[in-house]
């Protein structure tokens, strides 16, 4: 569902990582490999959060296709309604909302999870998700947020936080749709933990683990180490490497047959993440719900 990701969240990406058609899920017959489509929804997939606005020129060059075909493309989107102009550049339109919320409505992960994520929500005021992954980003199906944190002075879930600190606990641009890149998020790294080798390997081989804070790893042999490790443990703990001041629990959920389909985890303030809270509340907590919704799947 790359496409349908791309419409309807938040795209953070590496200017290193441009967009590019996407690589098929399924392999099918050369005679039936619609070209046209396919550039038609790279053009699309082109536009995100770092370019909101493309040309022409913008548009081939990061759906990887020339000039003349970008523009046909673009031309052709305006005319149906996806996209708007001003004669020079192209916009996304109110109208590409249609795909995200078809798939909402019919997809059964987002509505399995959700009464889940509610309740967590509820119970231990925090901001929840479900996370799956698409290529070398996670996509945000369903979330839950507390109508309001606890006192960080009066937080049981680990030491109280020093008079006149501040914690910001929740990431820029964090909603539902929102996509962060795989290798620097908790959710990601779950579900990179749960390919198999092959897989992981072909992963590894077309993705850059690009720097986005200094806690970042970057290094391959480093980060294979850090999937072992979660692969081991079955859950990951990631402080700030996505973003500084931002700490997040994550835990597999599979379906009835084993399968990881999706990750939940946890964003809260690096004070409610001890070592001590996560092993006797966040992870019990997280790791039930995994299982609550199980069946369900």
């Given at each position: 569902m790359p496409l349908i990701c791309a419409i309807f969240g938040t795209s953070v990406r590496s200017s290193r990582n441009q967009?590019?058609?996407?690589?098929?899920?399924?392999?099918?017959?050369?005679?039936?490999?619609?070209?046209?489509?396919?550039?038609?929804?790279?053009?699309?997939?082109?536009?995100?959060?770092e370019r909101q606005r493309l040309n022409a020129t913008l548009a081939a060059q990061r759906?990887?296709?020339?000039?003349?075909?970008?523009?046909?493309?673009?031309?052709?989107?305006?005319?149906?309604?996806?996209?708007e102009t001003d004669g020079s550049h192209f916009w996304l339109s109110p109208k590409v909302l249609r795909f995200s919320g078809s798939y909402l409505a019919s997809a059964r992960l987002p509505r399995v999870v959700q009464p889940t994520l509610n309740?967590?929500?509820?119970?231990?005021?925090?901001?929840f998700s479900v996370v799956v992954l698409d290529e070398r980003e996670v996509v945000i199906v369903a979330?839950?947020?507390?109508?309001?944190e606890p006192d960080l002075q009066a937080s049981s879930l680990g030491p109280p936080q020093r008079a006149g600190a501040t914690s910001r606990v929740l990431a820029y641009g964090l909603h539902l749709g929102a996509r962060l890149p795989a290798h620097a998020t908790s959710t990601g790294r779950v579900l990179l933990a749960a390919l198999d080798r092959q897989a992981?390997?072909?992963?590894?081989?077309?993705?850059v683990l690009y720097r986005l804070t200094p806690y970042t790893v970057t290094d391959a042999k480093a980060f294979r180490a850090v999937l072992a490790q979660v692969r081991a443990e079955d859950h990951c703990l990631a402080h700030e490497e996505h973003e500084l001041g931002?700490?997040?629990?994550?835990?597999?959920?599979?379906?009835?047959?084993?399968?990881?389909?999706?990750?939940?985890?946890?964003?809260?303030?690096?004070?409610?993440?001890?070592?001590?809270?996560?092993?006797?509340?966040?992870?019990?907590?997280?790791?039930?719900?995994?299982?609550?919704v199980r069946s369900l799947l």
């Open positions: 967009s590019k058609p996407s690589t098929p899920t399924m392999d099918i017959a050369k005679a039936d490999f619609i070209e046209g489509m396919a550039k038609g929804l790279a053009v699309l997939e082109s536009f995100d959060t759906a990887g296709i020339t000039r003349a075909a970008a523009r046909r493309h673009l031309l052709t989107l305006a005319h149906l309604g996806y996209l309740r967590l929500a509820a119970q231990a005021q925090g901001s979330r839950s947020v507390a109508l309001q992981l390997a072909a992963w590894m081989k077309t993705h931002v700490h997040a629990l994550a835990v597999p959920i599979r379906n009835a047959q084993g399968r990881t389909v999706a990750a939940l985890n946890v964003v809260t303030g690096a004070h409610r993440l001890t070592p001590a809270a996560v092993a006797g509340h966040w992870l019990p907590l997280l790791q039930d719900a995994a299982l609550e």
